[in-house]
């Protein structure tokens, strides 16, 4: 039986050229700072010129599998997002944390 880890993901990426009715929809919506956080689901943010985009997902995977399926995951989650909603992209692009193996440094504490 493989063991399992919790990945945190970023996914990056543009957008290309979205509609008049896609930039209104995504302009009237809350996807600012506040957005901001790790979930299965994903969250979506962007600034309101509308250039970039990132998601924020929670991967939890097989950890012999490992960062590069914890990115793929994610990439297909987003693009599956955009694509029912209609918001063209270009290329994405990851960065992945292992939460299982990142190491935490308190500081003040002694050993």
Same mark, same amino acid.
């Given at each position: 039986? !493989?063991? *399992?880890?919790?990945?945190?993901?970023?996914?990056? %990426?543009?957008?290309?050229?979205?509609?008049?009715?896609?930039?209104?929809?995504?302009?009237?919506?809350?996807?600012?700072? !506040?957005?901001? *956080?790790?979930?299965?689901?994903?969250? $979506?943010?962007?600034?309101?010129? $509308?250039?970039?985009?990132?998601?924020?997902?929670?991967?939890?995977?097989?950890?012999?599998?490992?960062?590069?399926?914890?990115?793929?995951?994610?990439?297909? /989650?987003?693009?599956?997002? $955009?694509?029912?909603?209609?918001?063209?992209?270009?290329? $994405?692009? !990851?960065?992945?944390?292992?939460?299982?193996?990142?190491?935490?440094?308190?500081? %003040? /504490?002694?050993?």
């Amino acid at each position: 039986m !493989s063991t *399992q880890h919790t990945y945190r993901v970023i996914v990056r %990426g543009t957008w290309d050229g979205p509609t008049d009715e896609a930039r209104a929809r995504l302009l009237s919506e809350d996807h600012g700072l !506040s957005a901001m *956080q790790f979930t299965e689901e994903g969250s $979506l943010t962007y600034d309101r010129v $509308l250039k970039h985009f990132s998601f924020r997902y929670v991967v939890v995977c097989d950890a012999e599998d490992g960062e590069e399926m914890a990115a793929a995951i994610a990439e297909d /989650r987003a693009e599956t997002y $955009l694509d029912e909603r209609g918001y063209g992209h270009g290329a $994405l692009r !990851s960065t992945v944390t292992d939460m299982d193996t990142m190491k935490i440094n308190y500081k %003040g /504490r002694r050993g």
